[in-house]
């Protein structure tokens, strides 16, 4: 593997007209929307096929003692589903590991290579897993796991070989985009996203309620993420090319 080069004839704040297929795989609702939503939103109005791989429904997302983490995976999944309406993802998938108890593990590997092979992404985008001091333990798994599944597992027939029985061929991910990252490669435009960005973590109202000062911290963040580059605003990634 190798880190990207430069965009090169690709537009700065673009994608790679090659690419029509991408997956995000993220450990909890409200992860995508943070990280990369106006990407996405991105991808969907430019006719790109976007999936989200939910690893888990946020179950113990909640500080309220009396809440039941079915019930707050209930309420979780419904605002996911919405959200991602709102962006234009085509499929959602939620795996229902349990909050805060994720490993990257062979286990979790496996499902998330069935969901690579199953799909094939052009480019999976997700946790990056190599950050020091990513402080939340599913996020450095859901990264790590998902790294270990692009390359080399999801390319390999002998790995999680029973899924040739099951009709799904190994597949070879282009490129991996890691949001998160100290040193992001790729500056995406979100200048005219940025909007529904917003729209779609106010779905997630049990965890950002009215989203009060929200918008201001998001936009002076993408703001910076956006420095140095020809628009006002970005999300960033670091970027790992598997193949051309």
């Known amino acids: 593997m190798s880190v990207a080069p430069e965009d090169g004839d690709i537009t700065p704040g673009g994608f790679d007209p090659s690419f029509e297929t991408y997956m995000v795989i993220v450990a909890h609702p409200d992860d995508m929307e943070f990280s990369s939503a106006g990407t996405v939103a991105r991808l969907a ?3 790109k096929r976007t999936i989200l791989i939910q690893v888990t429904s946020g179950d113990k997302g909640s500080s309220d003692p009396s809440m039941s983490p079915h019930a707050m995976a209930t309420t979780r999944e419904a605002e996911e589903r919405e959200a991602c309406r709102r962006l234009g993802v085509e499929e959602v998938v939620f795996l229902r590991c349990t909050d805060g108890e994720l490993m990257p593990d062979l286990s979790l590997r496996e499902r998330i290579v069935r969901m690579i092979r199953t799909h094939k992404p052009d480019v999976v985008i997700s946790h990056d897993g190599f950050r020091p001091y990513a402080l939340h333990p599913d996020h450095r798994a859901v990264g790590l796991a998902t790294t270990d599944s692009v390359y080399p597992a999801a390319r390999d027939p002998h790995n999680f070989s029973t899924h040739l029985r099951e009709g799904l061929e190994p597949h070879k991910t282009a490129e991996l985009w890691l949001f998160g990252a100290e040193q992001p490669d790729k500056h995406i435009d979100v200048t005219d ?3 529904a960005k917003i729209d779609a973590l106010l779905a997630h109202e049990s965890q950002v309620g009215t989203g009060d000062g929200m918008e ?7 703001t910076e993420l956006a420095a140095d580059q020809p628009f006002e605003l970005a999300e960033a990634f670091k970027v790992i090319q598997m193949r051309r």
């Open 45 to 47: 109005k430019e006719g």
């Open 216 to 222: 201001g911290r998001l936009r002076e963040r993408a």
């Open 193 to 195: 996203t940025f909007a």
